[in-house]
């Protein structure tokens, strides 16, 4: 049974293998991966060309006209923090350090909408990812789960900035500060998310998750703040098994980059919401897959860190 929520795109055909990039990488850490390592972990189209969907619609989940449950406490919180941009819309600094807070009131908003009882949270925001016997910690801005499963994970590229210039700086030194926001290339894929998505694959194998595939969300902002990016890899399980077991083959992994705006209308029902309905799909996901677990996960100190 696939865990697979997100629509996808030339998959390949049974049998389909290719080399297995990491070996070469099990000593590198991510923040160093090569700039083509997501060309190089997906399938190859008849002419030869990586397999890379780029602005595609991202899922869109199911939300009930009428809330299950009284969600009007969680609506209004959305609209205190929407109010709270409007004070200023040109502060652009202000609503970057808040993306994260919407998706979270989203999230939770949808929770109580769709009468979902699971145990959810925010997530720890480290997360383990092993290469071989290589372990590496891995970082990102926020997110939530359901059960321990990342609904998903959120980035940016001052968190990117900060993992990276962390890695190099002098022995005692333990902050990194910077005045400006980094520029983002919003046309190039980061390597350190596919480290992310991949992490995110493993920690939900770990977790005693069944599948034979296994999907990870990771979202960040693009660089003007108006669209939210939503970079999605179904990633096989044998692929998983592949790279930590460091074998010279691997099923390729799918991967496409949507986008959904970040603009939420506080006059339009949040049901018909463009980003809502992203988030209900990524829900639907976890829920789904949350009943395919059929052991007791491993000690999180395997795999999660911080």
Not at 66 to 92: G, K, V, W
Not at 104 to 112: E, G, K, P, Y
Not at 120 to 139: D, H, K, M, P
Request: charged share 20%; with cysteine; net charge negative.
């Amino acid at each position: 049974m696939s865990n697979t929520s997100a629509p996808t795109n030339h998959p390949p055909t049974l049998g389909d293998v290719i080399d297995n990039p990491f070996i070469s990488l099990k000593h590198v850490n991510p923040i160093e991966w090569p700039l083509d390592i997501f060309q190089r972990v997906v399938p190859r189209d008849h002419q030869g060309f990586p397999v890379l969907p780029r602005d595609k619609n991202p899922p869109e989940g199911f939300i009930p006209d009428e809330p299950i449950e009284d969600s009007s406490y969680e609506e209004n919180n959305i609209h205190r923090l929407i109010a709270e941009f409007d004070e200023d819309p040109t502060n652009t600094g202000f609503f970057r350090t808040k993306i994260p807070d919407l998706l979270h009131r989203v999230t939770i908003w949808l929770q109580s909408a769709k009468g979902i009882s699971l145990q959810a949270g925010g997530i720890n925001s480290a997360i383990a990812l092993l290469i071989g016997r290589q372990q590496w910690e891995l970082v990102t801005v926020s997110g939530r789960h359901i059960l321990g499963k990342d609904i998903y994970r959120y980035t940016n590229a001052i968190s990117r900035f900060t993992w990276r210039e962390a890695h190099y700086l002098p022995p005692g030194v333990r902050q990194v500060e910077r005045f400006d926001y980094p520029p983002q290339d919003d046309a190039t894929l980061d390597p350190l998310d596919l480290a992310v998505l991949i992490a995110m694959a493993q920690w939900q194998k770990r977790l005693g998750v069944r599948a034979n595939e296994f999907t990870a969300h990771l979202m960040y902002p693009n660089s003007t703040l108006k669209e939210l990016f939503v970079l999605t890899a179904t990633i096989p399980s044998q692929t998983l098994e592949a790279i930590e077991k460091e074998d010279a083959k691997m099923p390729p992994m799918r991967v496409q980059l949507g986008r959904v705006s970040l603009f939420v209308d506080v006059q339009k029902p949040l049901q018909y919401n463009p980003l809502a309905k992203v988030l209900a799909a990524l829900i639907d996901h976890i829920v789904e897959i949350a009943g395919t677990v059929v052991r007791e996960p491993e000690s999180a100190s395997a795999t999660e860190c911080g």
